[in-house]
């Protein structure tokens, strides 16, 4: 067995008139304000992708995704997740399950959380029953607290 961390946060950027979709877990989640990142932002995938590499020992999202290279600008996530979890597949390892905590005062992810399990069940070619993904918020404390970004952590459990 393997057991690996990863934690992601990305800042709001300003309020937009409408709304615009943010990306977490690889599910569009309405909101006033966009994430600002190099990709697509998805703070939810880039700490499971880290608890990956973490778990395999195998550096970090910006070793193998630099934001300083212009081919990741823009990125989907979901491809960083799907590279992730074929080099699971490489070193001989499945995923025992996983358990992803949102950290944000808003928007609301309950709406959004089974259609999260159900795209990162998807992508990591494992039933949704693997994977948790719940949300919390800061009560109103810290840089979540006053809305300025959103934050996830990530575990997972890697076995042979």
């Known amino acids: 067995m ?5 934690f992601d946060v990305h800042a709001f950027g300003e309020s937009v008139t409408g709304t615009v979709d943010l990306t977490l877990g690889g599910v569009p989640v309405p909101y006033d304000r966009p ?4 990709s ?3 703070v939810v995938l880039h700490a499971l992708s880290d ?3 973490g778990a395999l020992a195998a550096g970090d999202i910006g070793q193998h995704f630099a934001d300083t290279d212009s081919a990741n600008e823009g990125m989907d996530s979901r491809d960083i997740l799907r590279h992730c979890a074929g080099l699971m ?3 001989g390892l499945r995923l ?3 358990d992803v905590t949102i950290i944000a005062q808003a928007p609301k992810m309950a709406p959004h959380t089974s259609a999260m399990i159900e795209t990162i ?8 029953s693997q994977v ?3 949300a919390t918020t800061t009560e109103r404390l810290g840089y979540v607290g006053r809305e300025e970004g959103i934050a996830a952590h990530a575990v997972v459990l890697l076995v042979s």
């Not at 994430?35 to 190099?38: C, E, F, K, S, V």
């Not at 069940?121 to 949704?128: H, R």
């Open 2 to 6: 393997r057991i690996g961390h990863g």
């Open 35 to 38: 994430l600002i990142a190099h």
């Open 40 to 42: 697509d932002g998805d």
């Open 51 to 53: 608890a990956i590499l």
């Open 89 to 91: 597949t490489d070193a």
């Open 96 to 98: 025992g399950n996983a």
């Open 121 to 128: 069940a998807q992508d990591l070619a494992v039933d949704a």
């Open 132 to 134: 948790s993904v719940k």
